[in-house]
């Protein structure tokens, strides 16, 4: 059986989360450490503790998450239980490269860290929003962002499954695509509780910051296919993936149609590592009779160890 490891992003996050993992297995501690050391800030303390105002900053919550996911997928990792192919959901795609072998552990988290810190202060330079359109197509929702294109920017940022799709832009243009959506028929339009307009024109201020981290980062060859937020195709390549890494912060996120070109391509079994469990539901959406099942702490981690023996 081929199987696909997916990467939560931003909004999976919760006080406690992975402390039943570094309370139980030493290299989770180690790991910690080593972010902490990288962060130059006790990342396992907000994350274990909290508060959630503090965890639920950009520049926290990316590196918080990442560290969780990648705890999960090395712990994997040392019960030969490896994927044959990864995607992540915006930051996700950074820990999908971590297990894909094209970034270290500590490159990951420096560049999330600054990826993180540019996209909260981005949000701060030309403050946005995002909201949550359920019930409408993929063009029904991109003819809504066009039609109101007159009141600002606002676009589609997350294509998560059919019938949702969330957009992204300044805060009167995303609050007059709501209305249009409304009109058009949606079940809900809901406002998100988020730093700044993701996946937009806004985020132009951290793209070019992160583009000179990224020129300097030590990426290297993938050693499975990574499924890219961009392209929603895979790709192995140091070059593109740097690149469509830059091209990330102010494009839309293509999940539906990675876990459909996934599926395609012979995967049969989706794993979802790391806190939450949104891209489970996601992919439940997608398709039904492939499952994505959660491993985010000891309990899940338990039961694979369990099934491999």
Same mark, same amino acid.
């Given at each position: 059986?081929?199987?696909?490891?997916?990467?939560?992003?931003?909004?999976?996050?919760?006080?406690?989360?992975?402390?039943?993992?570094?309370?139980?297995?030493?290299?989770?501690?180690?790991?910690?450490?080593?972010?902490?050391?990288?962060?130059?800030?006790?990342?396992?303390?907000?994350?274990?503790?909290?508060?959630?105002?503090?965890?639920?900053?950009?520049?926290?919550?990316?590196?918080?998450?990442?560290?969780?996911?990648?705890?999960?997928?090395?712990?994997?990792?040392?019960?030969?239980?490896?994927?044959?192919?990864?995607?992540?959901?915006?930051?996700?795609?950074?820990?999908?490269?971590?297990? &894909? @072998? /094209?970034?270290?552990?500590? $490159?990951?988290?420096?560049?999330?860290?600054?990826?993180?810190? #540019? *996209?909260?202060? !981005?949000?701060?330079?030309?403050?946005?929003?995002?909201?949550?359109?359920?019930?409408?197509?993929?063009?029904?929702?991109?003819?809504?962002?066009?039609?109101?294109?007159?009141?600002?920017?606002?676009?589609?940022?997350?294509?998560?499954?059919?019938?949702?799709?969330?957009?992204?832009?300044?805060?009167?243009?995303?609050?007059?695509?709501?209305?249009?959506?409304?009109? &058009? @028929? /949606?079940?809900?339009?809901? $406002?998100?509780?988020?730093?700044?307009?993701?996946?937009?024109? #806004? *985020?132009?201020? !951290?793209?070019?910051?992160?583009?000179?981290?990224?020129?300097?980062?030590?990426?290297?060859?993938?050693?499975?296919?990574?499924?890219?937020?961009?392209?929603?195709?895979?790709?192995?390549?140091?070059?593109?993936?740097?690149?469509?890494?830059?091209?990330?912060?102010?494009?839309?996120?293509?999940?539906?149609?990675?876990?459909?070109?996934?599926?395609?391509?012979?995967?049969?079994?989706?794993?979802?590592?790391?806190?939450?469990?949104?891209?489970?539901?996601?992919?439940?959406?997608?398709?039904?009779?492939?499952?994505?099942?959660?491993?985010?702490?000891?309990?899940?981690?338990?039961?694979?160890?369990?099934?491999?023996?």
């Amino acid at each position: 059986m081929k199987k696909a490891f997916l990467f939560p992003g931003q909004a999976s996050q919760y006080v406690g989360m992975a402390k039943d993992l570094y309370d139980a297995f030493p290299a989770v501690k180690d790991l910690y450490n080593r972010a902490n050391d990288v962060m130059q800030l006790d990342l396992a303390r907000i994350s274990f503790e909290g508060p959630e105002d503090e965890l639920k900053q950009t520049r926290i919550t990316q590196p918080a998450i990442y560290v969780h996911s990648v705890a999960v997928s090395e712990l994997l990792k040392t019960k030969d239980f490896m994927p044959d192919a990864v995607a992540g959901h915006s930051l996700g795609e950074y820990s999908a490269l971590v297990a &894909a @072998g /094209a970034l270290s552990f500590e $490159e990951g988290l420096r560049l999330v860290k600054i990826r993180g810190e #540019l *996209m909260q202060r !981005a949000g701060e330079i030309q403050p946005g929003t995002m909201a949550a359109i359920i019930g409408l197509d993929f063009d029904q929702t991109r003819e809504i962002c066009d039609a109101v294109a007159d009141t600002g920017i606002v676009c589609p940022a997350n294509y998560n499954s059919p019938g949702q799709v969330a957009i992204s832009g300044e805060v009167d243009a995303v609050h007059a695509a709501m209305e249009k959506a409304k009109e &058009a @028929g /949606a079940k809900r339009a809901i $406002e998100l509780v988020v730093s700044g307009a993701f996946h937009s024109p #806004l *985020m132009e201020y !951290a793209q070019e910051g992160l583009q000179k981290a990224l020129a300097e980062a030590k990426i290297k060859e993938c050693l499975i296919p990574v499924y890219t937020n961009v392209m929603a195709t895979p790709t192995t390549s140091a070059d593109e993936v740097k690149d469509l890494l830059y091209k990330q912060l102010t494009h839309p996120v293509r999940w539906t149609e990675i876990v459909e070109h996934m599926i395609t391509d012979d995967i049969d079994v989706f794993y979802e590592i790391g806190p939450g469990k949104v891209l489970a539901g996601l992919n439940k959406r997608i398709n039904r009779d492939l499952p994505c099942n959660p491993i985010g702490d000891v309990s899940g981690l338990y039961e694979i160890f369990e099934t491999e023996n």
